[in-house]
């Protein structure tokens, strides 16, 4: 049998949300499974999943084991412990690539890597991405809750993300997000020069699975609303470094809107101009999307949080450089002798 007492990161939620939320290595079967057949307890009386959960609580699993399959066929099954940990990150990794920008309380603001995927995924190394990362950081400070991220960066962008550090916490935070409390700023650089010098996207983002990936086609009629504003805060030939504050947050969107309107972000693989990725990385040496979340704002109780990063040096080296090339193409003044 399994028991755990509820605690303030677990109180006010269903039971059938906290047995995924406490086991997140487990399928739904299982669930499903345990919770048909009566296996579960809440404070000693068989439980649904729809029962909320209030904090003391005692919940009971009366579910120790799994059989797992060998590799082989012909293989007697083995018995692995119900509920297992998730996979750490190794502590050197954790060093290297976690960067804490702010830490409180409830919460902590982390400054995200451009290669560093937000949770684990196809094609993600165990053990290499933030939600690890976060995990092997909680468990180092022991705290009682795995620190868990309120929203997410593309693998490719840079900057800042709210992670929780408890459990009714997320559930602000994400509330918070839900209802647009949090603006999160960004600066991308875009191909071309932007008619505006502010403006506003307003399409929506429906999704598209493929083998090449998912991405976002923009302007269905299935879609979902996303609204992305702009200003550029400076031109250079051909290109216009941009602020961007989102009053949605959808997948890709700064990426698919910027396309859709003819501006493409540098760097970009999924959404961007191939010949013009490929002109930057040769001449100016960028192997990432020129995309960077800078700055979030908001209020939590009581108290206004405002944290910026600046651009991470590989994108202060490509606006400098282009500083230098509109310089040296901007004509000479006549001399008055």
């Known amino acids: 049998m399994i028991t755990r007492v509820i605690d303030r990161n677990f109180a006010n ?3 059938d949300r906290f047995l995924r ?6 399928p739904l079967s299982t669930f499903f499974a345990i919770l048909r057949k009566k296996k579960v307890r809440v404070n000693g009386v068989h439980a649904k999943a729809p029962q909320m959960l209030h904090e003391g609580d005692t919940v009971d699993i009366y579910e120790n084991f799994k059989s797992v ?16 940990a998730p996979q750490f990150s190794e502590r050197y990794f954790v060093e290297q690539n976690l960067n804490i920008a702010l830490e409180k309380e409830d919460f902590i603001v982390v400054d995200k890597p451009s290669g560093i995927p937000s949770q684990p995924g196809t094609g993600t190394r165990k053990g290499e991405s933030l939600v690890e990362m976060l995990w092997q950081w909680g468990n180092d400070q022991q ?22 550090l408890h459990g009714d916490t997320l559930r602000e935070l994400t509330k918070m997000l839900r209802e647009h409390q949090i603006k999160k700023t960004y600066l991308a650089l875009v191909k071309g020069n932007l008619e505006k010098e502010r403006g506003t996207i307003h399409t929506t983002l429906e999704r598209t699975d493929s083998k090449a990936g998912a991405k976002m086609k923009t302007g269905t009629k299935e879609g979902v609303n996303a609204v992305t504003h702009y200003s550029v805060k400076e031109h250079f030939d051909g290109y216009d470094l941009v602020k961007i504050d989102l009053e949605t947050g959808r997948m890709h969107q700064i990426r698919a809107h910027f396309e859709s309107i003819g501006h493409p972000l540098i760097g970009d693989g999924r959404y961007g101009n191939f010949v013009l990725n490929r002109e930057f990385k040769k001449n100016f040496g960028l192997k990432r999307l020129f995309l960077h979340s800078t700055r979030l704002d908001f209020e939590w109780h009581g108290e206004k949080i405002t944290i910026e990063s ?14 230098n090339l509109r310089k040296k193409s901007a004509p000479k003044k006549p001399s008055h002798k």
């Open 21 to 26: 939320k406490a086991f997140p290595n487990e």
């Open 13 to 15: 939620m269903r039971l």
């Open 310 to 323: 600046p651009l991470p040096q590989e994108l202060k080296s490509i606006i400098k450089d282009l500083r």
């Open 69 to 84: 399959a060998n590799d082989s066929s012909d293989a007697a099954p083995v018995k692995k412990v119900w509920g297992t």
């Open 143 to 164: 705290l009682d809750f795995k620190p868990t991220i309120a929203h997410r960066l593309d693998e490719e962008t840079s900057g800042l993300l709210v992670a929780a």
